[in-house]
């Protein structure tokens, strides 16, 4: 399940099956809003609604089970607001529809492999259980040195594995780059 968000209000409900999540951000302001989450089709203790503040525009989310455990996990795509067009992600996962945890998202800027050639116009999406990120890899111009288009794409695919102190992570499982058709 997926919605879009532009600079609106956003007030949804993505679900697979019976269980996921009602989410709720007015979107007011580019440099940050809050996001209400309520689970659905979760135990009675876990129903409560929780919030917690974003840096930047909600832009859009997926229902889909990243952990392989059966259950809905969540997943957040914030627009930072700036004019690269970079996406933070946010992850939530249910633990067996009877509490949430949320799932850490690395920043590319700490990876030196993947961060070689990023300049934003970031594009994911949830494909079988993995999250997905295309970006259009830049490289100095020779002459202005400005960063141009390469004509390449890379896409990077990320797991949902077991982090630290009970929390989940994403972690990258492949990436490799290709020429734009």
């Given at each position: 399940?997926?919605?879009?968000?532009?600079?609106?209000?956003?007030?949804?409900?993505?679900?697979?099956?019976?269980?996921?999540?009602?989410?709720?951000?007015?979107?007011?302001?580019?440099?940050?809003?809050?996001?209400?989450?309520?689970?659905?089709g979760f135990e009675s203790e876990a129903r409560?609604?929780?919030?917690?503040?974003?840096?930047?525009?909600?832009?859009?989310?997926?229902?889909?089970?990243?952990?392989?455990?059966?259950?809905?996990?969540?997943?957040?795509?914030?627009?930072?607001?700036?004019?690269?067009?970079?996406?933070?992600?946010?992850?939530?996962?249910?633990?067996?529809?009877?509490?949430?945890v949320p799932i850490v998202f690395p920043d590319?800027?700490d990876d030196m492999k993947l961060k070689e050639?990023?300049?934003?116009?970031?594009?994911?999406?949830?494909?079988?259980?993995?999250?997905?990120?295309?970006?259009?890899?830049?490289?100095?111009?020779?002459?202005?040195?400005?960063?141009?288009?390469?004509?390449?794409?890379?896409?990077?695919?990320?797991?949902?594995?077991?982090?630290?102190?009970?929390?989940?992570?994403?972690?990258?499982?492949?990436?490799?780059?290709?020429?734009?058709?």
């Open positions: 399940m997926t919605m879009q968000a532009q600079n609106k209000k956003v007030d949804t409900t993505m679900k697979i099956g019976k269980s996921g999540y009602k989410v709720y951000s007015n979107n007011r302001y580019a440099e940050k809003n809050d996001v209400s989450v309520s689970p659905i409560g609604e929780f919030s917690f503040e974003i840096k930047g525009r909600l832009k859009s989310g997926e229902v889909d089970d990243l952990n392989n455990d059966g259950f809905p996990d969540l997943v957040l795509y914030v627009h930072n607001g700036d004019s690269l067009n970079k996406i933070n992600v946010v992850g939530i996962s249910s633990e067996k529809n009877q509490s949430v590319i800027v050639g990023y300049n934003g116009q970031d594009e994911f999406f949830l494909m079988e259980g993995s999250l997905v990120r295309r970006f259009p890899i830049y490289t100095p111009d020779s002459t202005s040195g400005r960063l141009v288009p390469s004509g390449k794409i890379r896409q990077v695919q990320y797991r949902v594995v077991p982090g630290d102190r009970g929390m989940l992570k994403f972690k990258v499982v492949r990436s490799y780059d290709y020429v734009k058709q």
